[in-house]
Every structure is written in C-alpha cells, then in structure tokens.
C-alpha cells in the first residue's frame, strides 16, 4: 500500500520562520511597526513575504515580486509543457534550444556546481525523478532494471551550454533537466535584485525549504528564523539563528515521501545509486549570500551524509548547521556565534571533529 505525504504549508516548511516582536514598554509611545505580509502558492510549494516597509504601497511591492517569480518558474519547471526546461527536455538528443538570460544563468551556474558535487547532485537527474514520482499523486518503487535504464540518463556531462548563442541542449535521448534542487533557491537571488529594485528596505522570503533575509525588522535588529526540528512536529524547533542577507536553505528526508511495503522512501535521490539518499543525516542547512549555492548545497551534503558536512566546515563562502541521526548538531565555525540552540532541546552540540 503507497501513502503519500501531504504537501507542508508555509508553516511547516523544513526551516520555519519565526517572527519576534518586542513588545512596546509601557512608559513610552514607541511602538513596534506591524509588518505586511503575502501569501500564495508558488513553485510547488507555499511562499510568505513579510516587510516592515512603511511605504503606502508595501503590499503591492509584494505582489509584484511575486508576479515576477511566477514568471520565472514558467520558465524553469518542468512540469509545465511549455517552459524553456520542458523545451529543452523534448528536444534532448536532436537539437539545442534557445533560452532566456536568466535560465541560462541557473543552467551554468548549476552545471559548474554539479561537477564540484562528486557525483551527489546533478540537475540532469529528471529521468529518476519521473521513475519514482515522489512528489506526484502515484508513487512508486521503481524495478532495478529500470532505475539502472533511468540512471543512464543522468550525466551533467552531458548538458551542452552555448555561451555565445544562449543555448542549451542535452545531447541523449530521453534525458531530462529537473531543476528543484536550485530553481528555489536561484529565485531567493532573483529576488534579492527584485526589492532592491522595487525600493523595499526590507522583506523576509520564505520559498519551501529556503528563507531569504532582506534587510531588517522596523526596530533594526535581524529577523531570527527557526529551525524545524525533523523529528518533531511541524511548528517544533531545534534552535534559531540570524543571518542578516543572505539565504538559507534545509534538505531533510522528512517533507516529501511515500511508504510501501512498510517502507518510507523521500524525495532526495542520489545519483549514484538511483535510489533515495541513505543518508546519516537529519537535516542540512546551508547560509550563504548566494541562493543557488545555498540550495544546491543542502541538497548535496545531505546526499553525502556526515563525512561530507565534516569536511565543509571550516568553508568561508557558505555555513552549515547539519544534524545526524543521533540528534548531533554540526556547526561551521562562521555560524557559531549566530546560533541559538532552543532551551529543553533534546539535540546537542557536537564537537566538529566527531
């Protein structure tokens, strides 16, 4: 019998965010500036804008960035037939296809990323993402005859990008670009260009499991996020932490998944072996100023499990906060003084050389 998981709400994304307002003291007029906020549905998942910005129009600066991000995902999901990656898809192994600045963009910058990944990520990954059908209404656990057919599909080699020409083609047949490894977190940067150009002075993006922080809240201090505990329920914390412009992105095992046979399977495939990661790790959250990294990132030391976030570490372009099995947290040493771990957690901290 197949199960499948229920989509989160915003609330119950991997990282949740929490919002804290001071209270205004009794013996002054001062008060705290209520923020504006923007609901909706977006890339498969729910998206919340939040602004302290006192403009008259804050509300439809929000819709407007949001309007822009839709236009962005028409062209970059592929599910729907008629997007630049759907086209791409249909013409693999016949011709390249013509591509928009920014979706030519996330495909260089993703492609660079994979190669460094070791083989954990891979944005050509489509064939096993269709085979499995994790986040559609029919699950399934593919034969090994046929993940062994889809994993030949699966070769980042194989994307061939024209710089000069703006194209992009996959050289086999039936490959497939799947871009929800990065497409979220590419949107957090998208957006970080999009406020500052509508003129907002601040805004908190939470995009499914990826939270970006523009600017502060009305009295000045950074908005803290929470960070969902993943053997908890879905407003449970483990800690929170600060992280003044910049995004932050969690993968975890726990947010999309089905069960057979007694078995849970999640969303997160590893390319090596075609099957969902049997990763030792919980969760894996990555800070950085740039979304695309953050978002690829995540996804690929979790693929990697506990030897691959102890060897990143000490990185100074990008933070980790990784928890295992044991309910260990890992930190980067940048992230240390921005974390606070939540009072009566039953998670610890480890020690970065365990």
Not at 139 to 166: G, M, W
Request: proline share 3%.
């Amino acid at each position: 019998m197949i199960t499948a998981a229920v989509l989160l709400l915003a609330v119950v994304a991997v990282a949740t965010v929490i919002w804290l307002l001071k209270s205004s003291n009794e013996n002054t007029e001062l008060k705290q500036t209520e923020p504006t906020v923007q609901t909706g549905f977006l890339m498969d998942t729910y998206i919340r804008q939040t602004t302290y910005d006192s403009s008259p129009d804050a509300g439809e600066k929000l819709r407007q960035l949001f309007d822009f991000l839709s236009e962005f995902e028409n062209k970059a999901s592929m599910y729907l037939s008629d997007s630049e990656i759907s086209n791409i898809n249909s013409h693999s192994g016949v011709m390249p296809v013509k591509v928009s600045d920014d979706i030519f963009q996330l495909l260089s910058r993703s492609k660079e990323l994979c190669l460094q990944s070791e083989g954990r990520f891979d944005i050509t990954i489509g064939a096993l993402t269709k085979l499995w059908g994790i986040t559609t209404d029919s699950p399934k656990v593919p034969s090994e005859e046929e993940i062994k057919d889809a994993q030949k599909l699966v070769d980042i080699n194989q994307l061939v990008l024209d710089a000069e020409n703006k194209t992009a083609k996959l050289n086999a047949p039936y490959m497939s670009l799947d871009l929800g490894g990065v497409a979220k977190g590419y949107a957090c940067d998208l957006a970080r260009e999009k406020y500052k150009e509508l003129g907002l002075t601040s805004c908190l993006l939470s995009l499914g499991g990826n939270i970006y922080s523009f600017g502060t809240k009305a009295d000045g201090t950074a908005f803290v996020i929470g960070l969902r505990d993943p053997l908890g329920d879905a407003d449970d914390i483990f800690g929170t932490v600060t992280a003044p412009d910049k995004v932050i992105s969690t993968t975890g095992g726990y947010e999309r998944y089905f069960e057979q046979d007694g078995k849970r399977y999640h969303h997160v495939l590893d390319p090596k072996t075609g099957y969902p990661a049997g990763s030792d790790l919980l969760s894996v959250t990555i800070i950085a100023e740039e979304g695309l990294l953050a978002d690829c990132l995540s996804t690929s030391l979790f693929v990697g499990g506990k030897e691959a976030v102890l060897k990143n570490l000490s990185q100074t372009d990008f933070d980790v906060i990784a928890v295992d099995q044991e309910k260990n947290i890992y930190l980067s040493d940048g992230i240390r003084s921005r974390f606070q771990l939540s009072e009566g957690s039953t998670y610890r901290l480890a020690d970065s050389t365990e």
